[in-house]
């Protein structure tokens, strides 16, 4: 039997308070939660939607971060316009007496809020938060209604022209926020109303400045106490400081604190990632009752731009090893949750970078968070791009957005500089060639760049300004090279135009012409195909092979040229870039990791180079796994075998055989390997030393497939061949769907295979009818033939066409490399051993320009070869592809 426990009155006097007291504190206190789910939605305009009566049973049901623009992995045109989304918000009783408030973290491009059918506020920006106050509109005793109507169209808010995906919906979280009557200032430009700087720092000591402001919504004054407590990276108390105020009703109070110094702070860095945590509180200071908190990290650390002698950090030279990033990911678009922020910064740190160019606009908060925790200095930029256009509105949006980015993210030691411009001359300049139409074009740029410098300055003072300007030096000769602290170059030398040593040039006249301003390389990247690959890679063949032949080129240079403050790679990831045809139509495929965040061959380079804490041992070749090669006789066929690593000397086994030992040169080992059979495994060892006299045995190794493909076709090995060329092409292909390899194309010689006669030509617009556009996108022009030396009997012959001889927009993001083909139809017969099997042959009148073609047909071979002739009618003769099987 139990006994009942009972506490003496005296006790009960005392315990009764106290839980009235704790009660009370709970209650007061910020609470703050995501509305993410229970959503509808709609695509398209509906504006009885904002009616509380309005019936949106029939709409979709969708949750939070969502974009309706996944049709930008398909259609050039994706939609563009307006989507509703509506759900019911029910309130706790307790939050009668509070303040409540909606947060979207983003919502693409503009948004406009509706809670009961009235109108709680618009907002004009893609990338940035906004926060309203909406207790008046809202009920405590019933549910109540919420509705935004969200536009990507806008053209009066930046970006309105770009090369990427212009994403629609509301792809971030959506807060909902209740504080008491008196709180921090939460509809400050989508911050938290509270700004931490370090105004004194070094090595020896540091100053902690807090300012913010705290809002009044009572009508009766207040009497409240605000405290600040810094606390040490290793959680223990720094110091305190407490302050009373006297608040009147409905007043905005603003407040300034600095801290006495810290002696000897622990200095943040990308290897040492020290944070302080800075806890405001405000409390009533009658009753003591919390009745509002914030807490926000700050590092101590200084640096400097220098234009001789580059970047440097705390006081120390230090090299911008860097990336930039975009957040789309396929096929869900800008629609990531927090975990998928987190997990690419987890990536680009492994990788070993230490900085991250934000591009082309604001981020998520959980990146910037990573970035100050993980250690990754950071270009956060607003997105005005290509051009500026003449627009009511626009130059207000651009710089409302840019307050609001620096208020939001102000309080993240990791960023270093603010940006407001990328590429702004690039479509400027094609589109008005006229001096009188260029002038008033260049005149409007200009007054906005040195409009929003002004701003930028105003609301930091501690960071640099900057702006990335695509390789002319256009940029200096009218004016804009002198207006931020430091200029970014988007560098693509060996790519759209020129060749690889010309990135080098470059650098060394703008060096030369402009020695006192500092320049980080902003962009520079080529792309690559996971299908395509070639022994002799070419600048715009989307190998995988030139992708790293081209990073390889550019990276010593930047570490390198002491001038160069650093770069960041475009890009982290194959990103959607709609207007984009190329190898992989809708995306930007110049990323280290796939779109999936598989990381390619190439990543492993960075992170031999930029890992010097730990050995790196890769074999470059989990992009060629599968791979083929023509084969003389019996002989091995022999293709390279690259390891990336930062180790001195690598050691190559195929199947358990040594290669021998080769020194490492720039990062990179290449071993000529013996292929012959249909499995093999490769492996690599490489000695680490671990310290003085120690070393450690690093391992590595993949199982490759290879399928010779016979340089002399015989009885034996054309049984179960498909011999299939990528005519007018170097590279070979795999396609995703069958897993058949497209053999480079070559020249006919005798008792082989081969072309005869024209030249290579290579289009990068979008082949329809086929996944299997790289094979589309190469030809051979004005081919006389095509010849297999062949044992008699039955073949199926396949011909791959398709005209591109057509003129097509070039995208301006392709630079130099803009189409040079002409419109007319071209018409041609194909002769087979002399029999005619299609005369007068126009593949565009059959299937139409820029799409794919595919004839097969049935041929009887008596003269152990098969001459097969393209005679023109009209125009031009060409072959994009040809595939020979053996039937009988």
């Not at 603003?254 to 302080?276: D, G, K, N």
């Not at 290879?706 to 002399?712: K, L, S």
Request: charge should be negative; include cysteine; charged fraction near 25%.
């Amino acid at each position: 039997m139990s006994k009942e426990k009972t506490f003496p009155a005296r006790k009960l006097r005392i315990l009764i308070p106290m839980i009235l007291f704790l009660s009370q504190t709970v209650c007061a206190q910020h609470e703050s939660k995501t509305i993410n789910d229970g959503w509808k939605f709609h695509k398209g305009e509906c504006e009885a939607a904002a009616s509380p009566a309005y019936d949106d049973s029939a709409w979709n049901s969708i949750h939070l971060p969502h974009t309706w623009n996944t049709d930008a992995y398909t259609e050039k045109k994706y939609y563009q316009g307006t989507g509703w989304y509506r759900r019911t918000l029910t309130l706790p009783q307790h939050w009668q007496d509070k303040q409540v408030f909606l947060k979207l973290d983003a919502a693409s491009k503009a948004a406009a809020i509706y809670i009961n059918g009235k109108e709680a506020g618009e907002h004009n920006g893609g990338y940035t938060a906004c926060t309203f106050d909406i207790t008046s509109l809202c009920s405590f005793n019933s549910p109540n209604s919420l509705a935004i109507r969200v536009d990507n169209a806008r053209q009066d808010i930046p970006p309105i022209s770009a090369d990427f995906t212009f994403f629609g919906g509301i792809y971030r979280d959506v807060w909902l926020t209740a504080v008491s009557k008196q709180h921090f200032h939460l509809t400050n430009h989508g911050s938290d109303g509270i700004f931490i700087s370090t105004p004194q720092v070094s090595e020896e000591k540091g100053t902690i400045l807090i300012r913010g402001e705290i809002k009044n919504d009572a009508e009766q004054k207040a009497s409240l106490e605000l405290e600040h407590i810094v606390y040490n990276p290793d959680g223990s108390i720094a110091q305190t400081q407490k302050q009373s105020i006297q608040i009147k009703g409905g007043e905005l109070y603003s407040f300034h604190t600095e801290t006495a110094p810290i002696l000897s702070p622990r200095l943040w860095t990308p290897e040492t990632p020290h944070l302080y945590r800075v806890e405001s509180i405000l409390r009533d200071k009658k009753t003591k009752a919390i009745l509002d908190r914030s807490n926000h990290h700050t590092g101590f650390r200084w640096f400097g731009f220098d234009g001789k002698t580059g970047f440097s950090l705390n006081g120390k030279p230090y090299k911008l090893r860097g990336i930039c990033r975009h957040q789309d990911q396929k096929p869900i678009g800008v629609a990531l949750t927090d975990e998928m922020h987190r997990r690419d910064m987890m990536l680009m740190k492994e990788m070993g970078a230490n900085f991250i160019r934000i591009s082309h606009y604001p981020q998520d908060d959980a990146l910037l968070e990573m970035c100050d925790k993980l250690g990754m200095l950071a270009w956060e930029e607003i997105p005005i791009i290509d051009i500026v256009p003449d627009t009511p509105g626009y130059a207000e949006n651009c710089e409302s957005n840019l307050r609001e980015m620096i208020r939001q993210h102000y309080n993240h030691p990791s960023i270093i500089t603010w940006g407001y411009m990328n590429e702004i001359l690039l479509v400027t300049q094609r589109r008005y060639k006229k001096e009188e139409e260029l002038k008033p074009v260049l005149e409007r740029t200009l007054a906005l760049a040195n409009r929003l410098e002004k701003v930028l300055k105003e609301e930091d003072s501690t960071r640099v300004s900057t702006m990335a300007f695509h390789g002319s030096n256009s940029y200096n000769e009218v004016g804009l090279g002198n207006i931020t602290d430091i200029v970014g170059w988007n560098l693509y030398q060996g790519w759209y135009g020129g060749n690889l040593t010309g990135f080098e040039r470059f650098l060394a006249e703008q060096h030369k012409k402009f020695p006192s301003h500092p320049m980080i390389v902003s962009e520079y990247g080529a792309g690559s195909d996971k299908r395509i690959h070639s022994l002799q890679p070419n600048a715009f063949d989307f190998s995988i092979e030139y992708q790293q032949k081209y990073l390889e080129h550019y990276l010593p240079v930047l570490e390198e040229t002491p001038y160069v403050c650093g770069g960041t790679h475009w890009n982290f990831i194959d990103f959607s870039s709609a207007l984009r045809d190329e190898s992989m139509p809708r995306i930007n495929n110049k990323g280290l990791v796939y779109s999936d965040r598989t990381p390619k061959d190439v990543y492993y380079y960075y992170k031999a180079a930029w890992r010097e804490d730990i050995p790196v041992l890769h074999i470059a070749s989990r992009d060629w796994i599968h791979r083929t090669g023509i084969q003389q006789g019996e002989a091995p066929v022999m293709l390279p075998v690259k390891v990336y690593t930062n180790l001195p000397e690598v050691e190559l086994f195929i199947d358990g055989k040594s290669l021998g030992k080769q020194k490492t040169e720039n990062y990179t080992v290449i071993f000529e390997v013996p292929f012959s059979r249909k499995e093999h495994f490769i492996s690599a060892k490489a000695e680490s030393k671990e310290a003085a006299r120690n070393l450690r045995t690093i391992e590595d190794g993949i199982h490759l497939s290879f399928t010779p493909a016979p340089a002399n076709l015989n009885e034996t090995n054309l049984r179960n061949l498909e011999l299939a060329v990528n005519v007018g092409s170097n590279c070979f292909y795999t396609s995703d769907e069958s897993r058949l390899t497209w053999l480079p194309d070559q020249p006919y010689t005798e008792n082989s295979w081969g072309y005869i006669g024209g030249e290579s030509k290579s289009s990068q617009t979008q082949v329809e009818n086929t996944n299997d556009g790289p094979l589309f996108q190469t030809l051979r022009n004005d081919i006389e033939g095509y010849c297999f030396d062949v044992p008699n009997g039955v073949y199926e012959i396949e011909f791959l066409f398709t005209d591109i001889f057509r003129e097509n927009a070039a995208t301006a993001y392709q630079l130099g490399r803009n189409s040079d083909v002409e419109s007319r139809e071209n018409c041609f017969s194909i002769i087979v051993n002399d029999e005619t099997v299609e005369e007068d042959f126009s593949p565009c009148r059959e299937s139409g320009y820029f799409h794919a073609l595919r004839k097969r047909y049935n041929i009887t071979n008596f003269r152990n070869k098969i001459e097969i002739r393209f005679p023109v009618r009209n125009g031009k003769s060409f072959l994009n592809g040809i595939k020979l099987r053996k039937l009988y």
